[in-house]
């Protein structure tokens, strides 16, 4: 049985530290509140930047989409690509797509959208100098070229089929004046775009105001806000949160443990709502000498790992909801996510085995790192040490490791990825199996492989060359996937809300009831 001490102790604290809260409210806002049209939000972390190529965390992601627009947006109800700051658009060749842009569109300072706002932005990101994060969602783009003032071409370095995928998701046009003006560094701290909110208020690392912007375009498949102010706060601790959720600080949190999510379903006044994300958990090993020599070097040793971990445990004690267990580098929606691939059962006595064989009978010390759920690495490093495998926790903000990651630093780890909710493998595997400073890999099987997949147009070439390097990287337990998370959303029941599995809420489009 998995270890359950810690996350048990951190469930009951949070449960003492909500119960504590007054007595008498046991509503999320206060009704004057609801009619004051100010929705107030908590999200756990504070953030890097305001700049949206400047960060990759989730939040940054739920920003972006509220202040800024794309070309293109993929509608979350039936996939389906609709047009936003563009109109129309056509491939001219493989290279070459062509977008007829929206007119009457203004940025939220007065400035007009037009041509060279988009070929500004992505001549811009194009540059790897210019430092967009994550590169993997622009590194495919050459740069664009003006036709007409309402007309442009994006330029391809080479195929690349899921471009529409990423033009409807993180690629967000700037206002070239004004960006121009302040920089991208003062993009982050004063961000302007075209979205259906905009920026009134910022108090570094405590909350952020967002005002519906009233000049919004009326076509935008976004639609019409609703809700006129949003006040986000940064709140860290899950027990603030509860606390302030019952007493009416806050109206809507999310990631919520499922097992305080069920006390929440009990109480009055509130709604609590569970939907699948496309995020998953996965270990990562060196397993190319990035960080130096290490037992993972061994692949006994990384499938004794793989054994060694009660995946289904976790899922039906911790994560609960709409998680199961994933075993491809991916999220099973995403096209090319090939499923057929080896997977490792929970087996203490096979991993102890392949230790045996890899020479440490008596196991071995290493460290682990980790950025989020420490209660879900725990219970990893007891069903590690169970097997001889005693891992001590790095624990590190998620920037401090995702540094540490690209400069080769880490020998074993676990973390989530969320693929910016492009439902193409390509946004997955291209960001951690490419060569680049996120592989730790570096398997030129799987380079090879995925660099067909990622830029051939014929989609059975696609899957056929995506399957290879999934199925290799299964095999050689490059990675062990973990399972899929689900969010659990609490808030007011005044408030209608709809989650969706690409994990972005979508404040736009809520309203209140």
């Given at each position: ?503 972005i809420p979508r404040f736009f489009s809520a309203s209140w009831k």
């Amino acid at each position: 049985m998995m270890n359950m001490t810690a996350y048990g102790f951190l469930i009951c604290s949070a449960v003492a530290a909500a119960a504590t809260v007054s007595g008498a409210v046991t509503g999320a806002m206060a009704a004057e509140d609801t009619q004051g049209q100010v929705l107030t939000v908590a999200f756990p972390k504070e953030l890097e930047t305001l700049n949206a190529y400047g960060t990759n965390t989730r939040e940054g992601i739920v920003l972006s989409r509220h202040i800024w627009d794309g070309l293109l947006y993929r509608n979350p109800q039936n996939g389906e690509y609709e047009g936003n700051l563009a109109t129309d658009w056509e491939w001219i060749d493989d290279l070459t797509l062509e977008f007829t842009l929206r007119e009457g569109v203004k940025f939220h300072n007065g400035e007009p959208f037009d041509a060279d706002d988009v070929v500004f932005t992505f001549n811009y990101i194009a540059d790897p100098a210019n430092g967009v994060i994550p590169q993997r969602n622009v590194s495919w783009i050459k740069g664009a070229q003006k036709v007409s003032e309402y007309k442009v071409r994006l330029l391809l370095k080479e195929p690349f089929p899921a471009a529409l995928e990423f033009l409807a998701g993180p690629l967000a046009v700037f206002p070239d004046e004004y960006t121009q003006e302040v920089g991208f560094e003062g993009m982050g701290r004063s961000p302007v775009g075209t979205g259906p909110y905009k920026l009134t208020g910022y108090d570094t690392g405590v909350q952020l105001i967002l005002s519906r912007n009233a000049d919004y375009h009326p076509d935008s498949p976004k639609g019409e806000p609703s809700i006129e102010t949003i006040v986000w706060r940064m709140i860290p601790e899950k027990n603030t949160q509860y606390a302030e959720l019952l007493s009416g600080g806050v109206d809507w949190i999310w990631h919520v443990p499922a097992d305080q999510a069920e006390r929440f379903k009990d109480m009055k006044d509130l709604t609590v709502s569970n939907e699948m994300t496309m995020r998953i958990g996965y270990l990562g090993f060196d397993a190319s000498d990035r960080y130096g020599p290490t037992p993972f070097d061994d692949i006994r040793v990384r499938k004794a790992v793989a054994h060694a971990i009660n995946r289904e445990g976790m899922v039906s004690a911790l994560l609960k909801g709409k998680s199961v267990v994933v075993n491809s580098a991916c999220f099973p929606s995403q096209f090319g996510c090939e499923q057929d691939v080896v997977s490792y059962d929970y087996d203490p006595d096979k991993a102890r085995n392949l230790l045996a064989e890899a020479g440490y009978p008596d196991g071995f010390e290493t460290s682990f790192a980790a950025y989020r759920e420490r209660g879900y690495a725990e219970a990893m490093m007891a069903d590690l040490a169970n097997v001889g495998i005693n891992a001590s926790l790095d624990y590190l903000s998620y920037p401090a490791l995702r540094k540490k990651l690209e400069n080769g630093e880490v020998p074993f780890l676990f973390m989530t990825y969320a693929s910016y909710s492009i439902n193409d493998v390509s946004a997955i595997t291209g960001n951690f199996f490419d060569g680049g400073v996120n592989d730790y890999a570096r398997d030129p099987k799987v380079i090879e492989w995925l660099e067909i997949g990622d830029t051939v147009t014929d989609p059975e070439r696609r899957r056929e060359n995506y399957s290879l390097a999934l199925k290799r990287i299964a095999e050689q337990v490059y990675w062990l996937p973990l399972f899929s998370y689900n969010a659990y959303y609490v808030y007011t029941d005044k408030l209608a809300f709809t989650p969706t599995a690409d994990e972005i809420p979508r404040f736009f489009s809520a309203s209140w009831k």
